[in-house]
């Protein structure tokens, strides 16, 4: 069975600072995507990033990028110079491709705060 | 694109009382997903249909919860009757294809007293 774990329930950085926000899984099927989502205390579900277990290079997107490292599994999201607006929970999931359009199972997510 | 589309924002119930929860998937998006979110739990989900058949209801906590997906715009998910443990946020997400994100809808918090 697939599983996400994230071992930072929270986290602190400094404002212009970069932070890593870790991810570990664990899954079965050669084929599946990686995603990142931020949770802001409005509560919608925003999507940051996608790798999927094929990609060659790491993901980016602006100030996002994904650490992938397929031999350990894990998918780290990297965010560079840290805003305040970055303040967040972030949730890493994965879906498992072989079997087509499959659900995403999430990780207990990383609430990140971003201190001025 | 106006995105996936829940309603109501927020339900306030007594316990006994049936709940439904609506959600207009993304035009053209062939999957919808039903989540749950809670402190102690974290995102679960409930069911997912695939154009409009329901394929996996494993989440779906016991008979007192039905999803129904009558055309592919549109979808239900209900209660009957609620108890308060029920109480949650309930998020509705569409899926174009199996290599794309899952585009959430902004959820509906329930409180059932």
């Known amino acids: 069975a697939q599983k996400i774990t994230q071992t930072q329930p929270g986290m602190f950085v400094q404002e212009k600072e970069a932070v890593t926000l870790d991810c570990t899984y664990d899954?079965?099927?050669?084929?599946?995507?990686l995603f990142w989502y931020k949770q802001p205390s409005s509560g919608e579900m925003i999507f940051l990033i996608y790798q999927g277990s094929y990609d060659e290079q790491n993901a980016t997107e602006g100030r996002y990028s994904l650490n992938f490292q397929k031999a350990r599994k894990s998918a780290n999201l990297v965010i560079s110079a840290s805003q305040l607006g970055d303040s967040a929970m972030y949730f890493c999931?994965?879906?498992?491709?072989?079997?087509?359009?499959?659900?995403?199972?999430f990780g207990k997510g990383t609430r990140l705060s971003v201190i001025a | 694109d106006a995105g996936v589309i829940q309603s109501p924002r927020h339900e306030v119930t007594e316990m006994g009382q049936e709940v439904t929860l609506r959600c207009k998937p993304i035009?053209?998006?062939?999957?919808l997903f039903w989540y749950r979110q809670t402190m102690m739990r974290g995102l679960e989900l409930l069911i997912y249909?695939?154009?409009?058949?329901?394929?996996?209801d494993s989440g779906m906590p016991e008979d007192r919860f039905s999803a129904k997906m009558p055309n592919a715009s549109f979808s239900t998910l209900k209660i009957q009757p609620s108890e308060p443990r029920d109480s949650a946020v309930y998020f509705c997400?569409?899926?174009?294809?199996?290599?794309?994100?899952?585009?959430f809808g902004n959820g509906t918090r329930l409180t059932v007293t």
């Open positions: 035009s053209g998006h062939n999957s």
């Open positions: 997400a569409s899926s174009p294809g199996a290599y794309t994100p899952l585009h």
């Open positions: 899954t079965s099927d050669q084929s599946y995507g």
């Open positions: 999931a994965m879906r498992e491709l072989s079997s087509g359009n499959t659900p995403l199972v």
């Open positions: 249909f695939n154009n409009n058949v329901p394929i996996d």
